[in-house]
């Protein structure tokens, strides 16, 4: 009996004390949700391609909370902002399937490049409207486009290339052809257009190396604009 009684006064100590146990945080990690959190904040994508943006609504704590988002001025000429309902399945209660919900603690959306350029857009969380992520979209040409300043040439004619928006031709850039050469390159002071002599031969679409982007804070060569390719295309004739 007296094994017994020791034991349950030790219980009922320990019960005490877990009855009495707070948590000082609690308030912090389960409350106070004010910041939309992007990844990546800057997204990256090329004309033509799409890349994935994921929100959160969290605290100080970097918990979440189980919100959607409403999604506000994309630039719809130069980017494109698609939701994924089925990310995230979750067990509902009384059912053994994944079910799609609208609610999540994290949603999932697709940005689409249409047109090279910086833009934003606004997500803003169902449970709480006055506070506001913006995420940025930098889109970086997919080629040159009709850059080239003629379509059919003969030998020792200069051939203007431009480039396109958001990038800049370099001191190193080079041309090269389909078929063909053409002479030493000029890139012109403000380094917006190139101009190359073609010779007999030369043809179809135009190559230029070591392009740069203009987007702010980027300063140096990207690997991405390593080349870029015209869409158009030269023919010499005799």
Same mark, same amino acid.
């Given at each position: ?30 409350? +106070?949700?004010?910041?939309?959190? !992007?990844?990546?904040? *800057? ?18 704590a970097n918990n979440g909370v189980?919100?959607?988002? +409403? $999604? ?6 130069? $980017?494109? *902002?698609?939701?994924?309902? +089925? ?9 053994? %399937? ?12 697709? *940005? ?10 606004? !997500?803003?969380?169902?449970?709480n409207t006055a506070d506001t992520?913006? $995420?940025?979209?930098? *889109? ?37 052809? #389909? ?5 030493? &390159? #000029?890139i012109s002071a403000d380094s917006? &257009?190139? &101009? #190359? ?16 982007? &203009?987007?702010?804070? $980027?300063?140096?060569?990207? !690997? ?10 030269? %023919?010499?004739?005799?």
């Amino acid at each position: 009996m007296k094994k017994m009684a020791c034991g349950t006064a030790a219980f009922a100590v320990l019960f005490g004390l877990g009855a009495c146990f707070d948590n000082p945080s609690a308030a912090v990690n389960n409350g +106070n949700f004010h910041l939309v959190q !992007a990844a990546p904040t *800057v997204a990256w994508v090329r004309a033509g391609d799409s890349d994935q943006v994921l929100l959160r609504f969290v605290n100080d704590a970097n918990n979440g909370v189980v919100t959607s988002f +409403n $999604i506000v001025n994309p630039s719809p000429n130069g $980017i494109a *902002v698609h939701y994924v309902g +089925n990310y995230r399945p979750v067990f509902l209660q009384g059912q053994d %399937t994944l079910q799609n919900v609208t609610d999540k603690d994290q949603q999932d959306y697709y *940005v689409v490049g249409v047109a090279a350029g910086e833009y934003t857009f606004h !997500a803003v969380p169902t449970i709480n409207t006055a506070d506001t992520g913006t $995420i940025t979209v930098r *889109v970086p040409p997919r080629d040159l486009g009709t850059a080239l300043s003629a379509h059919t040439a003969t030998a020792a004619t200069t051939i203007t290339i431009t480039a396109p928006a958001f990038t800049r031709f370099t001191p190193t850039s080079a041309v090269t052809w #389909t078929t063909g050469t053409s002479s030493a &390159t #000029t890139i012109s002071a403000d380094s917006t &257009t190139l &101009t #190359t002599t073609v010779t007999h031969g030369t043809g179809g679409a135009a190559t230029v190396t070591n392009l740069h982007l &203009t987007f702010p804070d $980027i300063t140096t060569a990207s !690997a991405a604009l390593a080349s870029l390719v015209t869409r158009d295309s030269l %023919t010499t004739v005799p």
